[in-house]
């Protein structure tokens, strides 16, 4: 079993910057995948970015590429969305995912609650 939550969210302008974390219990985190998905009022949840268990490769939305960086400390337990240049069609909840492939459409074994950030213009 692997829980996780999400901190970091929150309120900023546009072009500003937030850092999302993902903690994760368990000692087995490091053989999971990790994802970063949002989800919008009335839209589909998507893929914003996944990196694979090593921290080597990474994969992210054409949205996203060159804002947003993902990364992973299997010491701490701890995945990380450093997000740049946000816009306001950033907005959304944010979730983080442990699951089976860092490709962004593979099987995700657990969720954490959430976390909002909103991007005012």
């Known amino acids: 079993q692997v829980q996780l939550v999400e901190s970091g969210g929150g309120l900023v302008q546009a072009g500003g910057s937030l850092r999302l974390s993902c903690a994760a219990s368990?000692?087995?985190?490091?053989?999971?995948?990790m994802g970063w998905f949002r989800q919008a009022p009335g839209k589909e949840r998507e893929s914003v970015a996944a990196i694979n268990w090593s921290g080597i490769r990474t994969n992210y939305a054409d949205s996203v590429k060159g804002r947003f960086t993902i990364s992973r400390d299997n010491a701490k337990n701890t995945v990380y969305l450093q997000m740049n240049s946000l816009k306001p069609e950033d907005t959304a909840t944010y979730y983080c995912?442990?699951?089976?492939?860092?490709?962004?459409?593979?099987?995700?074994?657990?969720w954490g609650q959430g976390t909002q950030v909103t991007v005012s213009s």
């Open positions: 368990g000692r087995i985190f490091s053989s999971y995948a």
């Open positions: 995912a442990a699951c089976n492939t860092w490709s962004g459409d593979g099987t995700c074994y657990y």
